[in-house]
């Protein structure tokens, strides 16, 4: 059966709620907004149960949504890192001299994979200068390192592997992996970042990883963020028929033919259907915005600013946002 | 009503008939093929009501179609830059010491759009040397300039005024001018290759020009070289409509009300659909491949190798492979 | 004879002095000194005399110097754009209404050159907004278009043409014309702004333009914008030959031959030495930084910065800043 | 006491018969010419003395000099290919199934650092490929893995580290690790690469690394391919001096006080001098080409291509020429 790919839990949960038309047990969820121009939505799976029904781990997963994204107001991109900052230092180990390894999933040469990458080249690196000054902490700033380990296409070795391996060297207290994400909703492309404290799982992002980056396979804790620049082409298309077949019903008697056609049609048929509109797409059909490229360079900013500002407390957003280009 | 967006001549005929269920008037259609994995079709506007109904000027639209550009074969680019030669050399002006002058249309930062600076990039630019060295003609090369006029949004000025303000200086005898274009169908992206002598028409390409460049605004023929890089979502919801609706008739009695809805429901409602789907989605949302970028940089190559050979008799396909990248 | 090369005013006056020993006739400078980080130097040649002196043609050459911008001082960064937009603003046509447009001079894949490409990149262009709104003036912003028009190498058109032919067509009232430079002093790379009224000159510049870009030849006013970028190799052998030279002397008697030869040796086989050293180095021999690709990103913002501040009285430095990227 | 700075052994030789006026001791060298185009030089350190004497550990160094290559001849850059290859089939572990990982070392934001990222950009790489289809060996081709580890700058980490970490995980059973080098002669530059079998020193190529790169530390073989894409401004500046000196001496008889002071200056003042010289430099001052950016992408081809063709047997040139961008 067509499964919608998304790669958020509030979407997962969504789904779920349009479907069964009630909450979906074994998860908490929390909403609040920030000057009225950003909402947080915090989803937490509290047992097997709500793992299994949204397909994710146990664990949190907060949501920031701000619509306002689309255009280019400096000032809420300057909130919506703040925001991020806040949720990213409440997840942090509580450990002095903490230090954190940055990765950038993704392929740089593909543009919408491209935001790890990106976010890497924003970060402000400094593990090699408390190693040279042999300090262990220091009131303004933490230990960072940060790599971008490509994609298994273009080294031929397993993401995990890299990432493991440095990790065995350079022992690390904390991981946070930034990727790029499928959304359902062409709404949340480029507006919506989620972090989470479950790691990343195999074929989610654009750029399908396939092994875990979780605790439990980095043997440090892993902070997930990750921002949607694509939407599923089948998912566009099974969007696009489920609204097909709702106008139609809505033309005829309930209980006639025709109703119950539309109603078995719904999920058998259906699939047929997306698989035979996007046969002739090939395979990796993606739906986007053309300004795909610009919206990687400026989301990679907000989302470098607010790891920035959050792992080093002496440093504030005015200077990020003028040393870091 | 809804217009189904395509640049490609075929496109605009396919859909005729698949309407009209008969050949659309005014226009002549001869197909050939070269080593059964190239497919050229000829469309040849030959009257005013061809042009109206194909929307789009008199004149000859040359595609060229090699589903085999989606992997990474290397003697079929090599096949298809030579019948691109081929079919270009037949298009030039018979004149003696031809001076070309080559427009890269689009953006650069955007990548389906980045088409024709990428083109522009790998030309074999001369007109220097003939203007250093005083020649007018030469047996091995011909005068070739060449430009990325940028779009309006990051120049202020319009493409066309660029391009006209250069050619009153420059003076060439022929304008070549690059763009890239939206499908109907995903499979065309990439594959497809469209020459024409009529120009670049407003609101096509994938970066909105607002002007006509042809002949009459450039004082100069024009020779356009298209190739799709994204699908137009509005049209790939509007197939996935069609479709749905035809399975569902493929259920019901001709003449039955359910037929009947179905088939008033075509065009009006269709269209309100197809904007209900993509209202969410905000402006600009296009359907196109994860390697996208990857592609934007093969087919430059075999388009510039296609008009380095046809502009410079002396010069072949393996040296310019090996001589521009 | 060897002619020490350099595109600053403020060094040809400093060579004059060095040689003559007394102050450069027809040329009145002035200094003055910005929170003592930034050093303005006016230089103006105000007759004819002083012109063949300096080489250069009459009028204003004004220099910002600050030495700390080797460093990442964002806050000096930004009272060095401040400075210079005061300067530029004092240097405007008074006109309501003022059009300009910015070019972007030299050869956005040669790294030291790519200062003017990549200053373009950062412009705030409006004069489409202004057409499309039908404005012609507006108290928070005015007209700007901008190009970077390529090098003859990769467009076989003299860059002067191409801009003659796009002023023909959008009738700018002002160019102002950014270019990279080379400088005599390795100290003054990246560190040196110079504005100046007279346009720019053939074979200035690290790209070698051929013609000149000024009101004569535009029909409009210029402003020209330079940073250097480089030193010539050349001017720094030579630099060398004198110091040896120097400490040679001060070990020998005034009249002793050894004080002779080292004397007349000065200029004729000074340059024959020059040459010998160069020879196997091959043309094109520059001396730059290892930081140059970072340097160009950041000089271009502060340069854009100061263009934007000065031609849009509406927005300041802390938008720009966040922004343009 | 002033070290004239060069990674090539070929010019530690050299530095040592200009000194010494003699053969270097403890040191084979060979050299043979193919189709006299290409010059190659094997310098072979046999024993601590030579090894002391070149400041380099004992081993072969290869050294493929092609002066052409300056100029755009794409049949000799195949050559070069060629030989290289041959060089390094034979210097390749005897081994079936050979495992090869490819480590690009520089920094790709700095142009003259940048080689070693460029070549891995254009391996084959095919590593993913054998465990995908659980292969060991292959006729056609070889199991290769490539990465760009960065720079400790950039990612906090020792780039020994990074390397050995990941060597861990995937248990290559060679390493090639290419650099860009700093040469003592302009007319090295882009002309020249050198093979050996002794890894990479701290200190060497252009972006300083801290920690030796040799079977000793990473476990496997290390084969090191440079070449040099600058020259040190401080050996420029003391090639400068000493031919100053040189044309003065030619003045002046043996014996006479001038020529003693001429002498006695040679060492002790002479590094002085070039202090002096550079003092204003400031510190990262290279002498390069204005071409940089161009032969960076023309020779990590010739590299990529030479390292293709011999990890996999199943490919020539012609593929690799077009199949790679």
Redesign the interface.
Known sequence: MFQVRTDLAVEARELYKENKRQEIPGVEVEKSQVEDAIEITRVKIIDEKGSQLMGRPKGSYITIEARGL?S?D?DL??SVSKVMAKELVRLLPKKKGLSTFVVGLGNW?????ALGPEVV?KIL?????FKMYKKTEDPTMS????????V???????TS??I???????KPDLVIAIDALASR???RVSTTIQISTTGISPGSG?GNLRKQLNEETLGVPVIAIGVPT??D?AT??N???S???K??KS??KKGS??FN??DD?KDN?KYA?IK??LE???A???????????II??IS?IIANGINIALHPGIDLK?V???I?
């Open positions: 689309k280019a400096a991109k300057d040469d593909v543009t919408p994979d080249s690196v400094t593990r090699h200068l230990s960072v390192s940060a790599i971008t380990p490509g298994m296409g273009t080294t031929g070795i397993e592997d890299i493991q391996g440095i990790i065995q060297k350079s909703k062409m709404e654009v694509v939407v082409a566009m298309t969007d696009t028929i609204m097909v077949i106008a139609l033309h005829s033919d025709f056609i539309l049609m048929e259907l035979e509109v002739p797409y090939g990796n059909v993606i739906v986007t915005t053309k300004e795909i490229d610009k360079i400026d900013q200077d946002n003028r040393y280009n």
